[in-house]
């Protein structure tokens, strides 16, 4: 370790001499764990933390009682340096942030209530672990419903964290959930498009398998199970020697990827299988108190993805055109207000459907709405489909930011030659003199000082191009 210590700056005189320039001892017969820190910031995760000091209940929450932790590394004295509390302790160490999360703070060991926040120094920082979640390791056993019960709490509350996205807010969850039932893996899958997708899994560090292994067992295994899946009903498999006999084929499966135990909890949306809860290879054995907790946590889980779920779509509908899932007109104004003033350069396109009453009149509005759509795919495909905005029934506008005049020139000649291609096309089909699909007006900028005028100019530019157009067929609209 003295090679590591040198490389990061960190002597043994130095931890000696801050034990001893601080007054530790006042923390010794504290209830809960307190420990000092050093913490060397690097990039990737890849720093370390040093122990200056850690109390007696830190030590025996720990399960280091016997051990002289000073001047040892974090990774050394707990088996590795999980992710979020080491992003936690840099937060608290370099940028003086507090934090306080629910984490198990050494490889394999119990989950804690964590607290981390700043000393006077820079660099250093304190860790306190609480052990308000002291969970039975024999509560399955002893049916202690009550202690599944705050492990559903638990799951609810990392659902709902701050700290971090959703997803990797789910994925601690299955990991605690994972860990709770002594399990190896733990898998959510969900229907898309009428095909099962794995969303979200956990494995832990010693299964080590194939990635696509497992998802080919994963995926595999339901042909044979859902046949047999109930409404309501958790799908056990406590030794798969038990279902040797009554289905050979799922044994066979299940044996040759390693799986000696199985739990599968499915989730209905409209009395149909939406996904599944899947834990392999549990050790925990009592069945009722693990249908109950397996159950209840599907539930928790599901529904809390699903929720995301419609967040995610109102969210998208709110933000964009219907009918032809381009951008719509709240996009629009969010867009200006992002760029306005802001002292880079800026593309504006200004697209008007030509004849849309006509063929709405004349034809049906089913036909309209067709080249509305025909419009839209025809400029998503030159630009970028987060740059197309419909802010009318027949008008379409283009915000590229940050693009060059010569870039932003060719993205125009593109469009014009496509756009000439389909007009010939339609005019053989149709077997008319003019076909303009629609008129453009465009201006490039290289700052966006002033975005209203800029868009104001575009207009303009695209109206008198329609005037031409108007001329060329002979009516206005």
Known sequence: MSELYENLGLS?????????????????????????MKVIEAGKDNGEVFFIYANSAFLSMTDNENTDVKGSSYREVMGSLNRNVYRNL????????KAIFFEHVKKDGPWFDVMTF???????????????????SNFIENEDLAEADRVIVKIAKMIHSQEDDFDINIHRALRFLGDC???????VIEYFRGQPLIRYEWQKEEAGEDYEYTRQL???????????????????VEDINNIKDENMALYDVLLSKGVTSMILVPYYIDNTIAGYLIIDNYKEKNICAIKYLVETAAITLFAEIHSRYLVEKLTFMGVHDQLTNVN????????ICELEGMDCSVGIVYADVNGLKSINDEVGHDAGDARIIQIA?????????????????????????EIGKKEFEDKLSHLKKITRQL????????????????????????????????????????????KRYYGLVGKSR
């Open 12 to 36: 043994s005189r130095l931890v000696q001499e801050l034990y001893h320039k601080y007054t530790f001892s006042m923390y010794d017969d504290m209830p809960y764990g307190y420990a000092v």
């Open 90 to 97: 840099c937060k608290a160490a370099c940028k003086r942030e």
């Open 118 to 136: 700043p000393l006077l120094q820079d660099g250093y920082c304190a860790m306190a672990l609480f052990d308000s979640f002291s969970l039975d």
């Open 181 to 187: 039932l002594k399990c190896e893996k733990s898998f």
């Open 218 to 236: 994963v995926l595999e295994r339901l042909k044979y199970i859902e046949p047999q899946i109930r409404k309501n009903h958790v799908f056990i």
């Open 328 to 335: 719509n007109r709240n996009a629009f104004n969010l867009r």
């Open 377 to 401: 795919s025809l400029l998503s495909k030159v630009f970028l489909r987060r740059d197309v905005f419909r802010i009318g029934g027949d008008e379409f506008v283009i915000i590229v930011p």
């Open 423 to 466: 007009e010939n096309e339609e005019k053989l089909a149709q077997n008319s003199d003019v076909n303009m699909l629609f008129s453009l007006g465009f201006i490039w900028s290289d700052n966006c000082v002033d975005l209203e005028g800029l868009l104001k100019k575009a207009d303009e530019y695209m109206y008198d191009e329609k």
